[in-house]
């Protein structure tokens, strides 16, 4: 490398600054072979000329098109090898792999901008569906205002989150399966009080267990919240309306097997939390 004075070339900073690249990629790039100033000043000071700037602006585009260094090496190495055509289709050649990958890489990113979307959705509406779906799917009483005030009284909680999740997830379809295994739990629910089915029992004690499963499509339901669960059914005009609308006295029966099940489980139905 021949001496120079700094009227020959640009220093490793004024390099940095003229392209925007920062001095420690300009040393690596000199480090590995692939972008080395042509000149040195007797003081040891290394010197990038005017084609040196070429070459490196050449490697910035690149790496701006996503290309790696080796394979940029290649293209500008390759170039002064062979016939101009060979150059011209290598080059050409690794764009175009480049740019499908970068139009795959855009598609993900749309797929997962719609799956953000539908995810604030869910968390702030909680059914994504609209009014004419509901009824369809959850039958004529269903009120459609029960996901709003759901939202305001449970939005900031774990439950909500697992329940925004598994509803961004689902569609008109999916929802419908979780409705129809939910009224085959009301029905089994109607019959097993109509048969004698004794709180406490192998079938009552299965139907609660049956009951966390079924529950478990909203959100994972621990013992101690259903116990809260079950005092609410019987206590909200709502919920009790529901189940005594299946067999009358319905909604105290479930909550009393309910509560058997948990003191089963060592737990106190007059002291549990939602937790």
Known sequence: MPDATHADGLTVGQVSTRLGVTVRALHHWDEIGLARPSLRTAAGYRLYTTGDLERLHRIVIYRELGLGLDRIRTILDGSTEGSAADATADVSGALRA???????????????????????????????LTVEQQAAIFGPRWNPDWSAEARQRYGNTTQWLRY?????????EEWQAVADTVADFDRALGDAMDAGVTPGGPEANHLVERHREVFASYFPLTRQMQVCLG?????????????????????????????????????????ATWQ
Do not use: C
Not at 100 to 128: F, K, N, P, Y
Not at 164 to 172: C, F, I, V
Not at 232 to 256: C, M, Q, S, V
């Open 164 to 172: 925004a999740e598994n509803s961004a997830s689902r569609g008109p």
């Open 231 to 271: 005092r609410k059914y019987e206590a909200d005009p709502g919920f009790a309306a529901h189940y005594d609308g299946i067999r009358a006295g319905l909604a105290t029966w479930f909550r009393r097997i309910i509560d058997a099940a948990a003191r089963a489980h060592g737990i106190d139905p007059d002291t």
């Open 98 to 128: 480049q740019r499908t990958q970068v139009a795959e890489r855009i598609d993900r990113l749309r797929q997962l901008s719609a799956g953000l979307d539908r995810m604030i959705d869910a968390h702030e509406r909680g059914l994504l």
